[in-house]
């Protein structure tokens, strides 16, 4: 295991639905984020939260909207979506955010496997 | 354009061989470079990381050389064994923007008894 865990592991919902992701790590870090990951394409960052504040912010549709309420959890709350959006939905953690004396690590929860009918 | 290449054709090996799995880039000049291995439905999880003025790094049965001249890495893994087979994906420092860690969309390693 590498201390950071997402439930649900998947998720099957409709159009109209609004679900939430919840990712919870146990490692001390300092920065999470959010990544999707699609089939035959490199890992996209969604969102990144350093100290429970929210960073930066990719063009990321607002039907997908972070929430990061202490530096342990992180949700993802999901509305309206498109069947595009079907995807596995990563959570990861490092002890900072990338920099000059940080290399950024990434440790990976084993992600939730999103399925919008 | 900016691009990292990895070989998106399986590469199936016997066990007992080295595996090398190839990660090219274009257009960066990455101050690191990281391996993660991923299983199916799982996250990537870390395995090594090479700094630019490093050629070689080595752990257990992995290597990985960097060759900022080439614009390449290479992970090798000696002694494969079926345990082994999993899809191995490269990230490299894009040192600026929005995704600072990039990553190649991986290659799948198969290791066959």
């Known amino acids: 295991e590498t201390g950071v865990t997402q439930t649900p592991r998947h998720l099957v919902m409709g159009m109209t639905n609004k679900k939430s992701l919840k990712c919870e790590q146990h490692l001390g870090h300092n920065a999470m984020y959010w990544y999707k990951q699609s089939a035959k394409k490199p890992l996209e960052l969604m969102f990144v939260?350093?100290?429970?504040?929210?960073?930066e912010n990719n063009s990321v549709p607002s039907r997908f909207s972070p929430e990061c309420p202490n530096s342990s959890h992180l949700f993802l709350h999901l509305h309206t979506l498109q069947p595009e959006d079907s995807a596995l939905y990563l959570c990861?953690?490092?002890?900072?955010?990338?920099?000059?004396?940080?290399?950024?690590?990434?440790?990976f929860g084993p992600g939730t496997r999103l399925t919008v009918l | 354009s900016q691009k990292i290449e990895q070989n998106s054709e399986a590469l199936n090996i016997q066990e007992g061989k080295t595996a090398t799995l190839t990660c090219n880039y274009t257009?960066?000049?990455?101050?690191?470079l990281q391996w993660y291995r991923q299983d199916p439905g799982r996250g990537p999880v870390f395995l090594l990381l090479?700094?630019?003025?490093?050629k070689e790094k080595r752990k257990e049965r992995l290597k990985v050389t960097f060759d900022t001249t080439l614009k390449q890495s290479l992970f090798h893994i000696t002694a494969s064994q079926p345990a082994d087979s999993a899809t191995y994906l490269c990230?490299?420092?894009?040192?600026?923007?929005?995704?600072?860690?990039?990553f190649g969309t991986g290659t799948r390693l198969l290791v066959s008894p």
């Open positions: 257009n960066y000049s990455p101050a690191y």
């Open positions: 939260y350093s100290l429970e504040e929210r960073v």
């Open positions: 090479i700094r630019e003025n490093e």
């Open positions: 990230a490299l420092d894009r040192g600026t923007g929005f995704q600072k860690l990039v």
């Open positions: 990861a953690s490092s002890q900072n955010l990338p920099g000059l004396a940080s290399t950024d690590t990434q440790y």
